[in-house]
């Protein structure tokens, strides 16, 4: 375990043992769905920055992992989907976030008839040390965690990550980003790591981290307001702006051209053929948009074409579309 992390167990050591609501401020609504209930500490333990669970990376009956189990509202989550022995396992450095999930697991299958503990496989476990086997998982995820690493480490999680997951797994991922300049400062200050404050890399920087360990797709679904950091209160001498984001990568091949990253960019064809084809495989329909990846987007920008329309990146994906 690299040193860092003791005041990561130190921080989140207190939020298990007493909730702190405003560890980490969720960006995106708590789902709501039908028969699914919350118990009210297991809200206030949500220590994430956005949502890694989605019905559409969970058909075929997936297999999952949650890296750092909060207090265990987004294995709840997983579980409304999954509904069998051990079909979410939840991982966590930290006993007493372990523990405190058990519990709320236990208020759980109170409010919800058809919730059952054993549904989730809580264990202890670091996320640069995967005590998993390799290829065993259809979906993994982790919510506000890697944003704490040194890229170092980082790498290291997402290589671990990588060989757990079955070919054309998904590894959904939220953390914090900036493209604001981060302070030396606050970058190695431990403590501000561990709250998810100053371990913010760019958002290229990121992709380029989780695609360097082999990931050939990625998707960029979500990217909202965060937080802010400014000098009045921290040791920087501009204002930082951090958004969140949400990522799935997969598991597949890379291609020889590159991976395959959608950052909600559209192509819209509008000239006076049937369709264009830019022979490598993508085909485009009069005015019928055509979701691209940026490497797509880029080919086909460099074409100089008056009819066809090249939209800027939403940071909003999806599904669909080329590659």
């Not at 708590?30 to 559409?56: D, F, H, Q």
């Not at 998982?137 to 944003?147: E, G, R, S, T």
């Not at 009069?286 to 080919?299: E, G, I, R």
Request: hydrophobic share 35%; aromatic share 10%.
């Amino acid at each position: 375990m690299s040193h860092y992390l003791d005041e990561t167990v130190n921080v989140y050591t207190e939020a298990a043992l007493s909730p702190d609501i405003g560890l980490c401020c969720t960006t995106t609504p708590v789902w709501v769905l039908p028969e699914l209930a919350i118990p009210t500490k297991m809200l206030e333990m949500n220590y994430g920055c956005g949502s890694t669970v989605n019905p559409r990376d969970l058909a075929n009956d997936p297999t999952i992992l949650y890296v750092g189990v909060g207090g265990g509202m987004e294995l709840l989550q997983f579980s409304y989907f999954s509904r069998k022995k051990h079909g979410v396992i939840g991982l966590d450095v930290v006993p007493e976030m372990v523990e405190a999930s058990r519990e709320n697991f236990q208020e759980a299958e109170k409010l919800n008839p058809w919730f059952k503990s054993e549904f989730v496989d809580l264990r202890f476990g670091d996320a640069l040390n995967l005590p998993i086997e390799d290829q065993s998982i259809d979906v993994a995820a982790q919510n506000c965690l890697f944003n704490i690493f040194t890229k170092v480490d980082l790498e290291k999680a997402l290589e671990e990550m990588y060989r757990v997951l079955k070919p054309n797994g998904r590894l959904i991922l939220s953390d914090p980003v900036t493209e604001n300049a981060m302070p030396e400062s606050l970058r190695s200050d431990d403590r501000l790591r561990a709250l998810c404050l100053s371990g913010a890399l760019s958002l290229t920087e990121y992709i380029e981290t989780i695609t360097s360990v082999g990931f050939g797709t990625v998707e960029v679904r979500a990217k909202r307001p965060y937080r802010i950091l400014d000098p009045k209160q921290y040791n920087t001498p501009e204002t930082i702006f951090i958004e969140s984001v949400e990522v799935c990568a997969i598991k597949d091949p890379i291609p020889e051209d590159g991976p395959c990253v959608f950052t909600g960019k559209t192509a819209i064809y509008f000239g006076e053929e049937s369709y264009f084809d830019d022979h490598k495989g993508h085909v485009l329909v009069p005015n019928q948009p055509l979701a691209v990846c940026d490497k797509t987007a880029n080919d086909l920008s460099s074409l100089n074409r008056k009819d066809i329309f090249i939209s800027e990146s939403t940071y909003f994906y999806d599904g669909g579309g080329c590659c």
